[in-house]
């Protein structure tokens, strides 16, 4: 299984930009596609993002579409998540884990301890 640690949250304006990375350990990184969660105070976690194994093919939720990048780069046993146009909507503590291609479920319920990013009006 993968593990993982993020980082690069923080605290910016309505309309600023950040890039959120997923630290991998693990030599079979490569093997897993990855996905982008987040969870706001009160509410449940939900889908942001998700890059097959390859880096080839992605999918965004329609919250973050047309906004949000995710990228990877197997060579670092990284993923990336860089967040443009950020909305006071996008506060949440965002994680990273393995999924399922498709349904875009996350393979474990073994959540790290995310990164908080925070959006200010």
């Known amino acids: 299984q993968v593990q993982v640690v993020e980082s690069g949250g923080g605290l910016v304006q309505a309309g600023g930009s950040l890039r959120l990375s997923c630290a991998a350990s693990?030599?079979?990184?490569?093997?897993?596609?990855m996905g982008w969660f987040r969870q706001a105070p009160g509410k449940e976690r939900e889908f942001v993002a998700a890059?097959?194994?390859?880096?080839?093919?992605?999918v965004y939720a329609d919250s973050v579409k047309g906004r949000f990048i995710i990228s990877r780069d197997n060579a670092e046993n990284t993923v990336y998540l860089q967040m443009n146009s950020l909305k006071p909507e996008d506060t949440a503590v965002y994680y990273c884990?393995?999924?399922?291609?498709?349904?875009?479920?996350?393979?474990?319920?073994?959540w790290g301890q995310g990164t908080q990013v925070t959006v200010s009006s």
């Open positions: 693990g030599r079979t990184f490569s093997n897993y596609h």
């Open positions: 890059i097959n194994w390859s880096g080839g093919a992605t």
């Open positions: 884990a393995a999924v399922s291609w498709g349904s875009y479920y996350p393979r474990s319920n073994d």
